[in-house]
């Protein structure tokens, strides 16, 4: 109930601290290894459908990176890693110039995976794509 209150704005504002505080009951609260806590040591032995019930929340895209990289790096087997093919079409040579593929590959956009996207097998992938097939995008 209490992320689905943070979700529609409905917590209350605390007195004396700013409007865009909230406050985490303690029940929440991890003070080990937020992994660890999350996702047990026996990660290579859990089921699917018990890590599918798992989730850590992160304020950014880095973050979140950050923590999947630790995740990945707990699994077993060798990791694939995919690249992302970035190019600038553009008549305009200063396009070029401002930005070069080392400054596309740094970016993280929200909804988007990283340039260098490292996965194992046994790690879960949520698969986001445009449906619109009025444009023929499936």
């Known amino acids: 109930m209490w992320l689905l209150n943070i979700g529609s704005g409905n917590l209350p504002e605390i007195s004396g601290l700013p409007c865009d505080s909230i406050e985490i009951p303690q029940q929440m609260a991890i003070e080990e290894n937020l992994i660890e806590a999350i996702y047990s040591e026996n990660l ?24 999947n990289r630790s995740i990945i790096a707990k699994l077993q087997d060798e ?34 995976p990283p ?13 986001l794509r445009n449906l619109n097939p009025k444009q023929g995008l499936l």
């Not at 459908?49 to 973050?63: C, H, Y």
């Not at 553009?90 to 993280?108: C, G, I, M, V, W």
């Open 44 to 67: 290579n032995d859990m089921e699917v459908e018990q890590l599918a019930k798992r989730v850590i929340l992160a304020p950014t895209n880095k973050k979140t990176l950050e923590m």
């Open 115 to 127: 340039h260098a996207l490292m996965l194992k097998k046994g790690v879960i992938v949520m698969l």
């Open 79 to 112: 990791p694939h890693t995919f690249y992302s093919s970035d190019s600038i079409i553009s008549e305009d040579q200063k396009d070029l110039q401002n930005y070069p593929p080392e400054f596309l590959h740094d970016l993280t956009p929200s909804g988007m």
